[in-house]
């Protein structure tokens, strides 16, 4: 089909071929239409009698790679090597395995649903608003054939009359900035056969013309308020992602706290169960050789078992405060390798500047930048429907140029050029809806988003301000309690080396000493509960004020890569915004070389003085069971 390029006389003979074999090939391609469409409305038409769906199996492609069972209570004693963690390396485990933003939710953590890609995605709608003013290239070719009944006067007799040709043309099309058109167009017309006294005619013209509105679609602000919307959701989408990347950072070093908390608990109930469970021995001892009685014993074996259930909550603990620790960061819930952390709390109160960290939360938080950014894009859709709300006044110009040529009955061949033919046209259009009722409600609509949107703010604003004086409340509610519990730990380990040095010489009552076990293991708990919730709490601080990023060295690097370019294939090694992903951390918190629950002193806990006294390991406490004998008179 070459000669659709083809204009001027020497066409003629490729269309008298052309329109000859005209009829065939319309008929053969409306028979494959009519048959294809056929089978496609035979299918949509098809009646849904059954309920349908994909196996399951189909569709679940992805998988991960098996990993160990996950330790429990049950299988805790399993031989696990030990790997020492400190705070900045747990973070930048996180970071590494945060494609998908989780964030801590109780024991376990959550996804939110954003990722590492979701600015980049904000950054395609900008090209697509950049795009209206690109300029628009359109050409067409069309044949035509016309066959229409007309009257022969002189032999009164119906005849058959026909025109055929060729109509083409390129344009090109560009608006402006200022709302302005214009429209470039080259045409020509071909007509095969005689058609008024030419045996073919030529029409080729030529038009340039320029439409500027002056009112309505009139102005900078108002033409390019989608592209700079369009930048503004991008930068939301930027700090959105700022702010679940800053709860997913708060939340690892909430879980890291939490193992610290769980296992110096342990270590409590641990050194509980032994403490009790040597004056359970003692005692049952003594009923065994009959210096004691029977209720003597009852007592220290429940404790025992009190203990014991203690202890298996604590391990339990452990293991889900472990692996919550491991869901944010990324890791399977068990690959042979128990975490312990190794960095410790920190012990020093921090001083608060109220006035600083409420200015630094007002201009950091990314919610209250994504709030200021919905009322600066909530801004310009007002321009652009107040733009909008105005009537339709348009200045159009038009200039064209027109000429003909071909060859004539005689089979003389006459032309004119297109500039022997000129025309120009100048004038406004006006058209306006009566009352402007939906541009007018639409300009109301953005003008209560304003006001919507301003109110948000203010109340954010107060927001943040309570949520500061929270922190800094609870945060010295911690410090205060943690050293209240760090003074009465200290006096329960007193009180109880008294008590199990008088125990096991014969002077103390057994619930004396079960009160001390007590005091003192929950003055443990309390005091690590405390410290851990004390540094917990600084890191939500930071989060607060919209600064835990920063103080932790985190910044973003924009990942590129080569995709389909603006221009076609001519384009695709452009490269492109693909992703957002967090660089490694600074190092900023102490690596003791140790456990972080050795910072409470563990080594020195409650013994008795007197070594002679201590006693064989005992069998397992279901073999433990008393056997009354005869107390001496």
């Not at 933003?101 to 590492?116: E, F, H, N, Y």
């Not at 402006?176 to 470039?184: P, S």
Request: glycine share 6%; hydrophobic share 40%.
């Amino acid at each position: 089909m070459s000669h659709l390029t083809i204009v001027g006389p020497s066409i003629s003979d490729s269309m008298s071929y052309h329109f000859e074999h005209t009829p065939r090939m319309v008929l053969f391609v409306l028979v494959a239409v009519f048959a294809g469409s056929s089978v496609c409305r035979a299918q949509l038409q098809d009646d849904e009698r059954r309920i349908r769906w994909h196996e399951a199996e189909r569709l679940s492609v992805f998988r991960r790679s098996e990993g160990p069972a996950p330790v429990t209570v049950a299988t805790a004693e399993a031989t696990q090597a030990e790997r020492l963690m400190t705070l900045d390396e747990a973070i930048r485990l996180t970071l590494q395995h945060s494609e998908a933003i989780r964030v801590l939710a109780g024991v376990s953590a959550v996804s939110t649903g954003q990722t590492i890609y979701d600015t980049a995605i904000a950054v395609t709608p900008i090209d697509q608003a950049k795009a209206i003013f690109d300029p628009v290239f359109s050409a067409n070719s069309s044949f035509r054939h016309t066959e229409f009944p007309g009257l022969n006067a002189i032999e009164n007799s119906i005849v058959r009359s026909q025109t055929a040709g060729n109509d083409s043309g390129v344009s090109l099309r560009d608006l402006n900035t200022l709302g302005g058109t214009v429209d470039l167009s080259f045409s020509n017309s071909l007509d095969d056969p005689a058609v008024a006294g030419f045996l073919n005619r030529n029409l080729p013209s030529a038009s340039l013309s320029y439409t500027q509105p002056l009112l309505a679609g009139l102005g900078r602000d108002a033409n390019t308020a989608p592209i700079v919307i369009a930048r503004l959701q991008q930068e939301i989408s930027y700090f959105q992602f700022k702010d679940s990347m800053q709860e997913l950072v708060r939340g690892t070093i909430a879980a890291y706290w939490s193992l610290v908390q769980a296992r110096t608990e342990l270590w409590a109930r641990e050194i509980q169960v032994d403490q009790s469970r040597n004056a359970f021995l003692r005692l049952e001892a003594q009923f065994r050789q009959g210096l004691a009685n029977q209720s003597d014993v009852a007592q220290p074996k429940l404790a025992y078992a009190n203990f014991r259930a203690n202890l298996v909550t604590a391990r339990a603990n452990v293991l889900q405060r472990e692996a919550a620790l491991r869901n944010m960061m990324g890791l399977p819930p068990s690959d042979g390798v128990q975490i312990v952390p190794s960095t410790p709390p920190t012990r020093d109160q921090v001083q608060f500047r109220w006035n600083e960290i409420n200015d630094t939360a007002q201009s950091l938080r990314p919610d209250l930048v994504e709030l200021n950014l919905i009322l600066m894009a909530d801004r310009k859709r007002l321009v652009q429907s107040r733009n909008l709300a105005q009537p339709q006044l348009d200045a159009v110009a038009l200039q064209r140029w027109d000429g003909l040529s071909g060859q004539v009955i005689n089979g003389n061949q006459l032309s004119s050029g297109m500039g022997d033919n000129s025309s120009w046209t100048m004038g406004v259009n006006f058209s306006v809806p009566l009352s402007l009722r939906k541009s007018r409600a639409q300009v109301r609509n953005h003008e209560l988003l304003i006001m919507k949107d301003r109110a948000l703010i203010q109340q954010n604003l107060h927001l943040i301000e309570h949520q500061l004086a929270t922190s800094v409340r609870t945060i010295d509610q911690n410090f205060l309690q943690y050293e209240a519990f760090r003074d009465a730990r200290q006096a329960a380990k007193e009180n109880l080396e008294v008590r199990v040095q008088r125990l096991f010489t014969g002077n103390e009552n057994f619930l004396n000493f079960l009160q001390g076990v007590t005091d003192w293991g929950n003055a443990v708990a309390s005091e690590a509960q405390a410290l851990a919730s004390y540094n917990s709490g600084l890191a939500d601080l930071e989060r607060q004020t919209g600064t835990i990023l920063e103080t932790h060295g985190i910044r973003f690097v924009e990942e590129q890569f080569a995709s389909i370019g603006t221009h076609g294939r001519w384009c695709q090694d452009e490269r492109y915004p693909r992703d957002l992903k967090p660089r490694e951390n600074s190092q900023r918190y102490e690596d003791s070389g140790k456990a972080s629950e050795e910072a409470f002193d563990l080594q020195n806990f409650p013994r008795r003085r007197d070594d002679r006294l201590r006693l064989p390991e005992a069998p397992q406490f279901d073999e433990m069971e008393a056997q009354p004998v005869d107390t001496p008179k």
